[in-house]
């Protein structure tokens, strides 16, 4: 029964979402306007509150350092096999074997079972995530469709990202000591009150935009599944690197779930809009917009595996 009771919530709004785009209940511009309210403002606010009232202990820098060269790893594997899916997508596949969707998909579905207070698990994975996809990916985007690279272009970029300034901010206020501060005054109520509202309709959000995008082209299938499969074996020895790495973490059971859910999540929603330069043709974006769908389906077939038999 507890597993139905965590189970069912979170598909009955995926498919909910599903529905209101076969229905067209939902038009694909009021979609997106929800997708930029929770990705733009609700979620960076949930990220800062994360990062500045969680204890971020030593470790946690090589877990960041760890997890970013495995999805760097994860880019350059994908260049060597790049024509393996199909020469028509190589010109950007290798950057759909990197990142995962953390916020959208990972953070609700994780936090589904064992609630907000463990949302750090996966919310320190993301930090590596943010420094590939908005420092590495843009220098690589920016080489391969310019002669040349502006780096105050690259560097607006960068630091104007309401993820990543939420992140800076909430780690300098963190490492200062401000939140052991604010608790200790009458501010510090009023901002757990402010905090909670913010972030009440975030994952009932994003569990309906996540049913909203699920779609996918028969004819891709085959270079779909094929590149689908690739990541899944780098992503998998990205989760046998943290039994080797991080076994005392490993074994309790809450943070191991935190891992399977995180890196079995599909690439970041962000990368598209990323790698947009690189696109040649609209069945560019199609293809995109279709792997990141097709992995929402092993999302939640390994979601529903945690839930029932490690939860």
């Known amino acids: 029964m507890k597993a139905i009771e965590t189970i069912f919530p979170v598909f009955f709004m995926i498919f909910l979402g599903l ?11 009021q979609k997106e306007g929800a997708n930029k309210i929770v990705f733009n403002v609700f979620f960076p606010v949930m990220i800062f509150n994360v990062l500045f009232t969680s204890h971020i202990e030593a470790q946690a820098v090589s877990i960041v350092f760890y997890v970013f060269i495995a999805f760097s790893l994860a880019i350059i594997i994908g260049y060597v096999l ?3 899916t199909g020469k028509k997508w190589s010109h950007f596949s290798p950057f759909l074997l990197t990142t995962n969707e953390g916020g959208n998909v990972a953070l609700p579905l994780y936090t589904s079972i064992v609630g907000m207070a463990y949302a750090k698990n996966t919310v320190i994975f993301d930090i590596a995530g943010t420094l590939i996809a908005f420092i590495i990916v843009p220098i690589c985007v920016e080489k391969m469709t310019a002669d040349s690279t502006d780096i105050k272009v690259l560097l607006k970029k960068i630091f104007t990202n309401s993820f990543v300034i939420a992140v800076i901010l909430a780690l300098v206020l963190n ?10 005054t009458s501010l510090g109520s009023v901002y757990t009150k402010t905090i909670s509202q913010v972030t009440a309709p975030i994952v009932g959000m994003i569990l309906f935009i996540i049913g909203y995008n699920l779609k996918i082209k028969k004819d891709m ?9 690739i990541r899944f074996i780098i992503h998998s020895c990205i989760i046998a690197g ?3 790495l991080f076994s005392s973490l490993m074994s309790d059971k809450t943070y191991l779930m935190a891992v399977l859910i995180y890196f079995m999540s599909p690439t970041g929603f962000a990368m598209p809009m990323l ?6 043709t609209e069945e560019d974006a199609d293809f995109q917009s279709a792997f990141i769908s097709l992995g929402m389906i092993i999302t939640l077939i390994v979601y529903t595996c945690v839930v029932l038999f490690i939860a």
């Open 19 to 29: 529905l209101s785009r076969i229905k067209g209940w939902i038009t694909p511009e």
């Open 82 to 84: 790049r024509n393996m």
């Open 175 to 184: 490492l200062t000591g401000f939140y052991g501060f604010l608790m200790t």
């Open 221 to 229: 299938i085959r270079s779909l599944l094929k590149l689908l499969s």
């Open 242 to 244: 943290f039994f080797v």
């Open 275 to 280: 790698i947009e330069p690189l696109n040649k």
